[in-house]
């Protein structure tokens, strides 16, 4: 696109409505966080059921849960990271 004066800019300039594109953007965003939201759930519950499954097998039930939910935390936590560094060093 060539311009040759400034009333040919005003006529081969584009205008785009930014709250359309600011709304589909924030439809995707709420959707990725919903979808974040349940995968972090449903990873916690699996590594919740295997901490108490393994601490239940050498303990007590009333040691076992709340040492399950300790532990299973800080394995999830960790999982987590180790994902999200293997996903950066991925996408270099």
Known sequence: MELKNLNDFYEKQEYYSY???HE???HLNKRVHELTFFLNVASFSVIMAMMV??????T???VAVPAALVVGFIVFLVCKKGIKKIVHLLMK
């Open 19 to 21: 709250d359309e594109l």
């Open 24 to 26: 589909q953007e924030s």
């Open 53 to 58: 499954y393994i601490f239940i097998t050498m």
């Open 60 to 62: 007590s039930s009333l």
